[in-house]
C-alpha cells in the first residue's frame, strides 16, 4: 500500500474550528434556511458574525450586518459557513481563500455521494483547489460544527442555543451529521462536552484530522467517535498514537458493519477475516476502545473524561435494592469483571451500619432503610470507596418520582467522597423516568458518572481495565521473512500446498516432510521412504479445497492401501472437478493428532495486511473461533490472540489433556505474520490450515497462498 496520509496541523484548523471571527455566505431572510438558522446559532458567540447576501447588502439579516459579497467583508472570517446549492461552492472557496480566510463549512451535498462519475470529478477538483490554496474545508455534505466553549453554533440544526451546559470533557466526531447532532444534545440535560464536529463527504478534512485537532483542546480528555469509512484506515494509528502521548482517550463506534458485497475467498481466511472484523483490529492496535452500539458511544466517552487509570481491580456495588444489586453482579460477570468481597474493615463498617435483612457483602444491599438514615449511607458508601480493592463503586438508582429531591442531594454527596478518594462512582440510573434533577446533578459532576444500562457500564468499566493493561511489543519483519518474500517470483498467481509450504519454510515456519508423485507406484515409493502410515492428498492446480472432492486419504498403513487411496482420489477429483488440472498427489507421514489451528493472512484494503489465527481444519468456518490482528505482530501479541480465543484451554491443559507449547505457537505465529507482512501488497491471501499443535511442538500441515497481479 502506498504510505499514509500525514494527519492535517492541529494548529492549521484553529481558525476554522475554533473561531474568532465568522461568516456565513448564502443567508436568505427566511429563518427556517440553512444560513438563517446558522446566524441564530451563533447567538452567543462574542466575535463578529457577517452575512454575505447580495439581495441584503447593507441591511440587518437575523440581527447581523449583511454584505454583497466576501471581498466586502470588514476582515477575513475565521471561519466560514458557506449556505450555498453546489454550484456556488467553488467560487465561494476561492473568494474566501483569496480574503484570507482561515477555512469553510459546505453545507451542500450532490458530490461524489450521488455515484455520478462527474460529480466525484467536480468534488475532487474542489479539494485539490483547497489544499492548493491552503484552505481548509469541512464538509462537503456536512452539518457542520460546534465549539461549545466559544458557543460556535455553525451548523443549520435548530436551537444550538438552549444547550447550556458548561464545556466539558469530552469531544464528539462524527461522519454523519444527523448522528453528531443527536450526541450533542445531551448537552440540553447538563453533558458537558468541548466540541462537536461533523465530517459528512470529509472531502478535504476527515474525521482523524478533526479528531486530533479535538485531542489539542485543554478541555477535552476523551473523544466520541463514530466512523462510518475512510479512504486510508491507517490514519486511525497515526491519530492512536497521539491521543495516547496525549494521555487521552478515543471511544470508537464503527458504522456500517455489514458483510454484504464482500467478495467469496477461495481459503477460510476470506471468509473469517471480514470488514467488520477488520475495523475491530484496527481499533484496537491503534490504541482505541470500541463499542459495539450507538448508545454506548457517548456515556463510555464520558466515563473516561472523568475517570483517570483505576486504583485496584475490583468493582464494589451498594444499593438501597436487593435486586438492582443482582442485576448489577449478573452484568459484571458477563464482563468478566471481579466482585471482590469486602476487606475485614469495610465489612466491619457495614454490619455496623446495614439492618440485618441487608447484606454487609459485596453487592452490599444498604435495603429501603436508607432512606431514613443518611448516615449509613455515607458510612457504607465511604467504606467501600476506600477499600483498596475497589476501582469503582457502582450504586444503581432505583426510584425518582416519589421523591425527585432526595436524588440530587445524594449526588451531591456522593461527589465529594468520590473527589477525596480519587476513584469514580457509577450511577446506574435505572428508572424509567429518564431525567431530571438526579440525572442532571449526575452528568454535571466531574466525579459522578450516569448510565442508563447495568450492561453498558459494566463494558465501560471492563474498557477502563483493558485500557490501562500492558500492551504487547510491536512486531518485526526478520531477514527469514523478507528473504522467503523474494524468493517469490513475480508474476506467480496462486502458490498451492507444496509451493505455499515450500515459501513457509523458507520463512523459518515448521512444515511437515513430504513428497510429489504423479502415479500410485510413485506415491509407493515415497510411502516407503517417509514411512508408514501417510496421507495421500491431491495435487492440482485449480482444487483449493481438496477435502470438497475426497482429495484427502489419511492413515494409510501400507502400499496396498496407498495404491487404492490414490485411485480413489483420482476418482472423486474426475467425478466433481473434472476440468481441473491433475499433477498427481502429495505424500506425507501422517501425522500424530493434536489440536488443529488456522493461520491466516488477508490483505485489508483499509489496513493492509492482516493476521488471523483461529481454531482450523475442516471446522474453521463452523466455529468462527478466531482472533484478528495487523500484521507483523510480536510472540506476546501472538500470544494475546491465542489468549483471546474461546478454543485456548485446548491448547492450556483442558480437563487434564497435555499442556501445549504455547510460546512456540506464538512464535510461529509471529513468524507467519512477518512473512505476510513482508509480502505486502503482492499477497491477497496466505494459509496454514491446519497448523498442528502437539506437546513436542507444532507443524504445518497445509497452506495456500494468492498472490495479487
Not at 482523524?208 to 491507517?234: H, K, M, N, W, Y
Request: charged share 20%; with cysteine.
Amino acid at each position: 500500500m502506498s504510505s499514509v496520509e500525514a494527519l492535517r496541523d492541529p494548529q492549521s484548523l484553529t481558525r476554522l474550528l475554533a473561531p474568532r471571527s465568522f461568516a456565513v455566505v448564502g443567508v436568505s431572510a427566511e429563518p427556517t434556511g440553512f444560513g438563517a438558522r446558522t446566524v441564530q446559532n451563533m447567538r452567543d458567540f462574542d466575535g463578529p458574525v457577517w452575512c454575505v447576501n447580495p439581495k441584503y447588502a447593507g441591511q440587518e439579516l437575523h440581527g447581523r450586518p449583511c454584505f454583497a459579497s466576501v471581498a466586502d467583508l470588514p476582515g477575513a472570517p475565521d471561519s466560514t459557513v458557506i449556505a450555498l446549492p453546489r454550484p456556488g461552492v467553488m467560487d465561494a472557496v476561492q473568494a474566501l481563500a483569496k480574503k484570507g480566510g482561515g477555512g469553510a463549512v459546505i453545507y451542500a451535498s450532490g458530490y461524489g455521494e450521488t455515484d455520478l462519475p462527474e460529480r466525484a470529478v467536480e468534488e475532487q477538483e474542489l479539494r485539490e483547489t483547497a489544499r492548493r490554496m491552503g484552505f481548509p474545508l469541512l464538509g462537503a455534505n456536512c452539518l457542520g460544527f460546534v465549539d461549545h466553549r466559544q458557543r460556535v453554533g455553525a451548523t443549520f440544526m435548530p436551537d444550538y442555543v438552549k444547550m447550556t451546559a458548561p464545556a466539558g470533557g469530552v469531544g464528539v466526531v462524527s461522519q454523519s451529521g444527523a448522528l453528531g447532532y443527536a450526541l450533542m444534545q445531551a448537552a440540553e440535560r447538563g453533558f458537558a462536552m468541548c466540541h462537536m464536529t461533523t465530517a459528512g463527504n470529509a472531502t478535504d478534512l476527515d474525521v482523524c484530522d478533526l479528531a486530533a485537532f479535538q485531542l489539542t483542546i485543554p478541555e477535552c480528555r476523551s473523544i466520541a467517535l463514530a466512523v462510518e469509512g475512510l479512504r486510508d484506515a491507517r490514519r486511525l494509528f497515526l491519530l492512536g498514537e497521539m491521543a495516547a502521548s496525549m494521555g487521552k482517550t478515543i471511544v470508537v463506534l464503527k458504522l456500517g458493519r455489514g458483510e454484504v458485497g464482500a467478495k467469496a475467498a477461495a481459503s477460510h481466511t476470506g471468509s473469517l477475516a471480514g470488514s467488520s472484523a477488520a475495523w475491530s483490529a484496527g481499533f484496537k492496535r491503534a490504541g482505541m476502545l470500541e463499542v459495539g452500539d450507538f448508545d454506548a458511544l457517548l456515556e463510555t466517552a464520558g466515563f473516561f473524561a472523568k475517570a483517570g487509570p483505576p486504583k485496584g481491580r475490583g468493582v464494589g456495588i451498594v444499593t438501597p435494592s436487593g435486586g438492582a444489586g443482582i442485576m448489577a453482579a449478573d452484568h459484571a460477570e458477563f464482563a468478566g469483571l471481579p466482585l471482590p468481597q469486602p476487606a475485614p474493615e469495610t465489612e466491619r463498617v457495614l454490619r455496623s451500619a446495614i439492618p440485618d435483612f441487608g447484606s454487609p457483602r459485596n453487592p452490599c444491599d444498604l435495603t429501603a432503610q436508607v432512606a431514613t438514615n443518611p448516615k449509613s449511607f455515607e458510612d457504607c458508601m465511604l467504606a467501600m470507596l476506600n477499600d483498596e480493592q475497589y476501582a469503582t463503586v457502582v450504586f444503581p438508582v432505583v426510584y425518582h418520582n416519589p421523591a425527585p429531591a432526595a436524588t440530587p442531594t445524594r449526588m451531591k454527596t456522593l461527589e465529594p467522597m468520590a473527589a477525596a478518594t480519587g476513584k469514580p462512582i457509577c450511577i446506574a440510573w435505572i428508572p424509567e423516568s429518564l431525567e431530571g434533577p438526579g440525572a442532571e446533578a449526575v452528568d454535571v459532576s466531574p466525579n459522578l458518572v450516569l448510565f442508563r444500562s447495568m450492561r453498558r457500564m459494566m463494558k465501560a468499566l471492563s474498557l477502563w481495565f483493558e485500557r490501562h493493561d500492558p500492551k504487547p511489543a510491536a512486531g518485526t519483519v526478520d531477514a527469514r521473512a523478507k528473504a522467503a518474500a523474494a524468493a517469490i517470483p513475480a508474476g506467480a498467481a496462486t502458490l498451492m500446498e507444496a509451493a505455499a509450504k515450500s515459501a513457509f519454510a523458507t520463512a523459518g515456519l515448521p512444515v511437515v516432510s513430504e513428497h510429489r508423485a504423479k502415479d500410485a507406484a510413485g506415491a509407493v515409493a515415497a510411502a516407503q521412504a517417509l514411512g508408514f502410515p501417510v496421507v495421500l492428498k491431491l495435487d492440482s492446480p485449480d482444487v483449493a479445497h481438496k477435502t470438497e472432492v475426497g482429495g484427502v486419504e489419511l492413515n494409510l498403513a501400507d502400499a496396498a492401501a496407498v495404491t487404492a487411496a490414490f485411485g480413489r482420489i483420482m476418482a472423486g477429483v474426475a467425478k466433481h472437478a473434472p476440468k481441473a488440472r491433475v499433477d498427481g498427489v502429495l505424500v506425507q507421514r501422517m501425522e500424530a493428532r493434536g489440536v488443529e489451528l488456522i493461520l491466516g493472512a488477508r490483505r485489508d484494503p483499509q489496513f493492509g495486511v492482516m493476521v488471523l489465527v483461529g481454531l482450523g481444519g475442516v471446522q474453521a468456518e463452523l466455529w468462527k473461533d478466531v482472533a484478528l490482528d495487523v500484521a507483523p505482530v510480536s510472540p506476546e501479541g501472538a500470544m494475546a490472540m491465542l489468549r483471546s480465543l474461546k478454543a485456548f484451554p485446548l491448547l492450556d491443559g483442558f480437563r487434564g489433556s497435555p499442556k501445549l507449547p504455547v510460546e512456540q505457537i506464538a512464535a510461529a505465529i509471529a513468524q507467519f505474520s512477518g512473512f505476510a507482512a513482508a509480502m505486502g501488497d503482492r499477497l491477497e491471501e496466505a494459509e496454514i490450515n491446519p497448523l498442528v499443535c502437539r506437546p513436542d511442538g507444532c507443524v504445518a500441515v497445509d497452506g495456500l497462498m494468492m498472490l495479487s497481479a
